[in-house]
């Protein structure tokens, strides 16, 4: 706990904390310090020599953003000598500054502007030989016009210390200095992410965005608080809307889950929104092709079929998948519909996809399967960080961020990856396990951690149950068969375990390359016991960190949008589930069984059990495993409706096409990786004959003769409030007023909860598990020698409904790949860029070739999005019905003939 102590500012008497900058305790108390190169979010730098003040005591002034504060210090912020001192160094900026401010895109934004007009500087008093720094390649996003540019190093400072890219430094010393990229490369050419951070914390024009440049003043533009809407993260963003158009996004500064910071695609990817291609119409289908149609024609065509579907097969004929990208009320109406009207529990969603097995574990070993803790507390307190099973600084680019400044602050980082992903740079300890071979590496932990005695005895008598059983059962765990299965050293696992258990807090995050196994439910399991032997969960910055892929895919768990959960969690086999909605909804007979999962949904309209479905913007084609399979499946379902924002590949199998607005279009909320709930707001207006979703919803169940009557989204939140016990103190006015509220939440004056599993588990005392190890269905033989996994990358996004359409993005990727390692490039004769066919027993993809020696030997990498799934197969984990999208077997077969796809 820092010391509090006592600070005098311009006579202002303040009570604060050691370690505190001058300039940290003056913005804190609303006393404002003119600076150029200082950023609270970076670490202290100095170079402007702007933010000056005297210190009593002090021979000469001090640069306030460097000087810690001490106990009697007096400040004095805006002396006459401190005036003209500020003054001689903005005249100094300004004369090697181009005066062209009434042209420049900054302008009402530059703090060099804002200085200079406060200071009363009306002419150059400076003459003499100017910089000649000129302007750099910056494309697709970036203009780079260092003409303009000051020197204060910020954008240099965030690419290191923040995004870790190291992507620009400076070249050169005195009157010569300059910021170059690596070689002084175009951007599109060096370790750039393309995130524009650099553009967030630049205070003048020398930084801008390409997409922005003269179509706008600042002062022009309409500036509309949202969230993003790409992965779980949940970034507040702030949209520049001119003319209807979004012509740029940043980040916000004050949100407290970004803290202003984006990623490429939340920075740069929102050219979907004005694409051509959008859906405008509804669409229904007629000899085989589509017409467009007017939404009584097409509700009424749907009304009718759904309406035939449950009265002659039963309400279990009909299926619907909901959608992780939509707000959570109308994910809620969504279920509402189908539970309600249609009297189903055949609803699902994508994460059935991911994190289902994390559901389904935690909820048996703690009751409850959300993130335990807030991105802020991993940042701050967590002293040790497991990463595992997680590309994060791709897939969550931002959360990436947190887990750098960790670093920075000291926190051990462990990383457990079969790839030598970009976080392993930085790891205090790497291990790079077989794939598949995760129970074992976590049982060794656990052995070691049960054999040196590293539990936490007092934790596990007061909160743990099970743990005499397991103990016997991990004593006898060989730890020789670690090295055999996994090809881990038993030596880095003990390093491993003493940190974690040994330090203060411990976290452990993952996401997918740990879930999407024939064994994801029971490797979770193994996670758990880790944390409930060492007691590293239920405390701040220590806990279980299940991370999130899309932006709303925790929220469409917590409305309900899964078919053996009611919203809120309520299983539907408890018979009080069905009274406590049947009062809600004042509707009797609401379905009291589990329904079907998505991947059992497919399987059950090959069988003819299924046979009318109901897709809520998702895109199976791409999602779902063995595709070419799937396909099949579409084209027996006798009735098809796709709701979604363009016509997707799985619009082609539908008998009706509804067009929807997108989130920027629209208003309602996102719940983020870490529970949070967020306000979305309406930046532009659709003026197509698009709805949102939740009117669309409510047009089809009036149809059926219900009489809902949600005049605004924010009435369904008040029905929330009322129908889910941890969403009942978030409501609409407390949202609307910017709040940003974690759940549980049980009342309007409950701040919400940051960290969960204090004191005690939902389930009462947390649960350990047996596990063990169990291979992989489907591993690499003589006929298919490699082992084929998948994952998401930086610059896409699931199926690229949305990236697709940002034309910078696609000026990156290029084209679809894949990556193997280089020795076994050599060995196949395969170059870098080759087209190369990839072959399982489901089908063929057709794709160039990327080299690394990141990836082991054997084994290939395909991003999702380009169509791997027409090579995984359909294996499931047992518990939680997830398909096994991280390991199945391939060959390769150099080939000239175009990218593509074919059945194999």
């Given at each position: 706990?820092?010391?509090?102590?006592?600070?005098?500012?311009?006579?202002?008497?303040?009570?604060?904390?050691?370690?505190?900058?001058?300039?940290?305790?003056?913005?804190?108390?609303?006393?404002?310090?003119?600076?150029?190169?200082?950023?609270?979010?970076?670490?202290?730098?100095?170079?402007?020599?702007?933010?000056?003040?005297?210190?009593?005591?002090?021979?000469?002034?001090?640069?306030?953003?460097?000087?810690?504060?001490?106990?009697?210090?007096?400040?004095?912020?805006?002396?006459?000598?401190?005036?003209?001192?500020?003054?001689?160094?903005?005249?100094?900026?300004?004369?090697?500054?181009?005066?062209?401010?009434?042209?420049?895109?900054?302008?009402?934004?530059?703090?060099?502007?804002?200085?200079?007009?406060?200071?009363?500087?009306?002419?150059?008093?400076?003459?003499?030989?100017?910089?000649?720094?000129?302007?750099?390649?910056?494309?697709?996003?970036?203009?780079?016009?260092?003409?303009?540019?000051?020197?204060?190093?910020?954008?240099?400072?965030?690419?290191?210390?923040?995004?870790?890219?190291?992507?620009?430094?400076?070249?050169?010393?005195?009157?010569?200095?300059?910021?170059?990229?690596?070689?002084?490369?175009?951007?599109?050419?060096?370790?750039?992410?393309?995130?524009?951070?650099?553009?967030?914390?630049?205070?003048?024009?020398?930084?801008?965005?390409?997409?922005?440049?003269?179509?706008?003043?600042?002062?022009?533009?309409?500036?509309?608080?949202?969230?993003?809407?790409?992965?779980?993260?949940?970034?507040?963003?702030?949209?520049?809307?001119?003319?209807?158009?979004?012509?740029?996004?940043?980040?916000?500064?004050?949100?407290?889950?970004?803290?202003?910071?984006?990623?490429?695609?939340?920075?740069?990817?929102?050219?979907?929104?004005?694409?051509?291609?959008?859906?405008?119409?509804?669409?229904?289908?007629?000899?085989?092709?589509?017409?467009?149609?007017?939404?009584?024609?097409?509700?009424?065509?749907?009304y009718q079929k759904l309406k035939f579907y449950k009265e002659t097969y039963g309400a279990d004929s009909i299926a619907a998948i909901a959608s992780a990208k939509c707000t959570n009320e109308e994910n809620y109406l969504?279920?509402?519909?189908?539970?309600?009207?249609?009297?189903?529990?055949?609803?699902?969603?994508?994460?059935?996809?991911?994190?289902?097995?994390?559901?389904?574990?935690?909820?048996?070993?703690?009751?409850?399967?959300?993130?335990?803790?807030?991105?802020?507390?991993?940042?701050?307190?967590?002293?040790?960080?497991?990463?595992?099973?997680?590309?994060?600084?791709?897939?969550?680019?931002?959360?990436?961020?947190?887990?750098?400044?960790?670093?920075?602050?000291?926190?051990?980082?462990?990383?457990?990856?079969?790839?030598?992903?970009?976080?392993?740079?930085?790891?205090?300890?790497?291990?790079?396990?077989?794939?598949?071979?995760?129970?074992?590496?976590?049982?060794?932990?656990?052995?070691?951690?049960?054999?040196?005695?590293?539990?936490?005895?007092?934790?596990?008598?007061?909160?743990?149950?099970?743990?005499?059983?397991?103990?016997?059962?991990?004593?006898?765990?060989?730890?020789?068969?670690?090295?055999?299965?996994?090809?881990?050293?038993?030596?880095?696992?003990?390093?491993?375990?003493?940190?974690?258990?040994?330090?203060?807090?411990?976290?452990?995050?993952?996401?997918?390359?740990?879930?999407?196994?024939?064994?994801?439910?029971?490797?979770?399991?193994?996670?758990?016991?880790?944390?409930?032997?060492?007691?590293?969960?239920?405390?701040?910055?220590?806990?279980?960190?299940?991370?999130?892929?899309?932006?709303?895919?925790?929220?469409?768990?917590?409305?309900?949008?899964?078919?053996?959960?009611?919203?809120?969690?309520?299983?539907?086999?408890?018979?009080?589930?069905?009274?406590?909605?049947?009062?809600?909804?004042?509707?009797?007979?609401?379905?009291?069984?589990?329904?079907?999962?998505?991947?059992?949904?497919?399987?059950?309209?090959?069988?003819?059990?299924?046979?009318?479905?109901?897709?809520?913007?998702?895109?199976?084609?791409?999602?779902?495993?063995?595709?070419?399979?799937?396909?099949?499946?579409?084209?027996?379902?006798?009735?098809?409706?796709?709701?979604?924002?363009?016509?997707?590949?799985?619009?082609?199998?539908?008998?009706?096409?509804?067009?929807?607005?997108?989130?920027?279009?629209?208003?309602?909320?996102?719940?983020?990786?870490?529970?949070?709930?967020?306000?979305?707001?309406?930046?532009?207006?659709?003026?197509?004959?698009?709805?949102?979703?939740?009117?669309?919803?409510?047009?089809?169940?009036?149809?059926?003769?219900?009489?809902?009557?949600?005049?605004?989204?924010?009435?369904?939140?008040?029905?929330?409030?009322?129908?889910?016990?941890?969403?009942?103190?978030?409501?609409?006015?407390?949202?609307?007023?910017?709040?940003?509220?974690?759940?549980?939440?049980?009342?309007?004056?409950?701040?919400?909860?940051?960290?969960?599993?204090?004191?005690?588990?939902?389930?009462?005392?947390?649960?350990?598990?047996?596990?063990?190890?169990?291979?992989?269905?489907?591993?690499?033989?003589?006929?298919?020698?490699?082992?084929?996994?998948?994952?998401?990358?930086?610059?896409?996004?699931?199926?690229?409904?949305?990236?697709?359409?940002?034309?910078?993005?696609?000026?990156?990727?290029?084209?679809?790949?894949?990556?193997?390692?280089?020795?076994?490039?050599?060995?196949?004769?395969?170059?870098?860029?080759?087209?190369?066919?990839?072959?399982?027993?489901?089908?063929?993809?057709?794709?160039?070739?990327?080299?690394?020696?990141?990836?082991?030997?054997?084994?290939?990498?395909?991003?999702?999005?380009?169509?791997?799934?027409?090579?995984?197969?359909?294996?499931?984990?047992?518990?939680?019905?997830?398909?096994?999208?991280?390991?199945?077997?391939?060959?390769?077969?150099?080939?000239?003939?175009?990218?593509?796809t074919e059945s194999g």
């Open positions: 706990m820092q010391q509090k102590i006592k600070i005098e500012i311009d006579g202002k008497q303040i009570i604060t904390q050691q370690e505190k900058t001058i300039l940290e305790v003056a913005q804190e108390n609303g006393i404002e310090i003119p600076h150029l190169c200082s950023d609270n979010r970076l670490l202290p730098y100095g170079a402007c020599r702007l933010c000056i003040v005297e210190v009593e005591g002090e021979k000469k002034p001090v640069a306030s953003c460097c000087y810690p504060v001490y106990d009697g210090m007096k400040v004095f912020t805006n002396t006459k000598k401190i005036q003209e001192l500020r003054k001689i160094t903005l005249e100094l900026l300004i004369s090697d500054h181009p005066l062209d401010c009434i042209i420049c895109e900054k302008s009402g934004e530059c703090l060099l502007e804002k200085y200079a007009y406060e200071y009363g500087i009306k002419e150059v008093k400076f003459t003499g030989e100017k910089s000649k720094r000129t302007q750099k390649d910056g494309t697709p996003f970036i203009i780079r016009d260092y003409n303009k540019c000051i020197l204060c190093g910020m954008c240099v400072r965030v690419c290191s210390e923040i995004v870790s890219s190291d992507a620009i430094d400076y070249k050169n010393r005195g009157f010569n200095v300059e910021i170059i990229s690596g070689f002084d490369e175009p951007l599109k050419d060096t370790e750039c992410i393309f995130c524009g951070n650099c553009i967030e914390v630049c205070p003048v024009g020398a930084l801008r965005e390409i997409s922005a440049e003269r179509k706008g003043r600042s002062w022009e533009y309409k500036k509309v608080e949202s969230v993003c809407p790409y992965c779980g993260v949940g970034c507040g963003v702030v949209v520049y809307v001119k003319d209807n158009q979004i012509v740029k996004i940043k980040g916000q500064k004050d949100s407290p889950v970004n803290k202003g910071f984006l990623c490429i695609k939340g920075k740069f990817g929102f050219d979907y929104v004005h694409s051509e291609s959008r859906l405008k119409t509804p669409l229904i289908k007629q000899n085989g092709k589509f017409i467009e149609t007017s939404w009584q024609e097409a509700v009424e065509v749907i969504f279920q509402k519909f189908f539970r309600v009207v249609i009297k189903t529990n055949n609803i699902d969603h994508c994460a059935r996809l991911c994190h289902a097995p994390s559901v389904v574990a935690l909820n048996e070993t703690l009751g409850s399967a959300a993130m335990s803790n807030s991105l802020e507390e991993i940042e701050k307190y967590s002293d040790c960080i497991i990463v595992v099973g997680t590309n994060v600084s791709e897939t969550q680019p931002v959360t990436f961020y947190r887990i750098k400044k960790a670093k920075n602050r000291g926190a051990k980082l462990i990383v457990i990856d079969p790839r030598r992903i970009d976080l392993a740079k930085i790891a205090d300890v790497y291990i790079q396990p077989r794939y598949g071979s995760d129970i074992v590496v976590f049982n060794a932990l656990a052995k070691i951690i049960v054999d040196e005695k590293l539990y936490n005895e007092e934790f596990i008598s007061l909160q743990v149950e099970g743990f005499d059983e397991f103990k016997q059962y991990i004593e006898k765990f060989d730890l020789s068969e670690v090295e055999k299965i996994a090809n881990v050293k038993i030596e880095d696992l003990r390093k491993v375990a003493q940190l974690y258990a040994k330090s203060t807090t411990s976290i452990i995050l993952w996401s997918m390359g740990i879930t999407q196994h024939t064994t994801g439910t029971e490797t979770v399991f193994a996670i758990s016991n880790l944390a409930l032997l060492t007691g590293q969960v239920g405390k701040k910055g220590s806990g279980l960190a299940p991370l999130r892929g899309q932006n709303n895919v925790q929220g469409a768990c917590d409305m309900g949008c899964l078919p053996s959960f009611y919203p809120g969690y309520n299983k539907v086999i408890d018979k009080t589930t069905i009274e406590k909605f049947e009062t809600f909804w004042n509707e009797k007979g609401l379905p009291d069984k589990p329904g079907l999962t998505m991947t059992e949904m497919f399987e059950n309209i090959n069988t003819g059990k299924i046979k009318a479905m109901y897709i809520l913007g998702e895109m199976p084609l791409i999602a779902e495993p063995d595709t070419s399979n799937l396909r099949k499946s579409l084209e027996k379902l006798d009735f098809l409706v796709v709701q979604d924002i363009f016509f997707t590949e799985v619009c082609e199998y539908a008998d009706v096409v509804l067009p929807a607005l997108c989130s920027y279009e629209k208003e309602g909320t996102f719940t983020n990786t870490e529970r949070r709930v967020q306000a979305i707001q309406k930046c532009v207006e659709n003026k197509t004959l698009a709805k949102t979703d939740w009117e669309i919803i409510q047009l089809i169940a009036n149809r059926f003769g219900y009489n809902w009557n949600y005049k605004t989204v924010w009435d369904i939140l008040e029905e929330i409030n009322s129908t889910v016990e941890i969403y009942k103190g978030i409501t609409p006015k407390r949202l609307l007023s910017k709040e940003k509220i974690q759940w549980p939440c049980p009342s309007e004056d409950h701040p919400g909860t940051e960290t969960l599993h204090i004191g005690k588990f939902k389930r009462g005392k947390g649960l350990l598990k047996i596990v063990t190890y169990k291979p992989p269905a489907e591993l690499p033989d003589e006929e298919y020698p490699f082992l084929l996994t998948t994952g998401r990358i930086l610059q896409e996004y699931h199926s690229r409904t949305m990236t697709s359409k940002v034309k910078g993005l696609k000026e990156i990727v290029k084209e679809p790949y894949f990556i193997m390692n280089k020795t076994d490039a050599e060995k196949l004769k395969i170059n870098e860029s080759d087209t190369v066919k990839i072959v399982s027993r489901r089908g063929t993809v057709v794709l160039k070739a990327k080299l690394s020696n990141n990836i082991q030997q054997g084994t290939i990498f395909i991003p999702f999005h380009f169509y791997a799934n027409i090579l995984t197969h359909s294996e499931l984990d047992k518990y939680s019905k997830t398909p096994e999208f991280k390991v199945c077997a391939c060959r390769l077969i150099p080939a000239n003939s175009d990218a593509g």
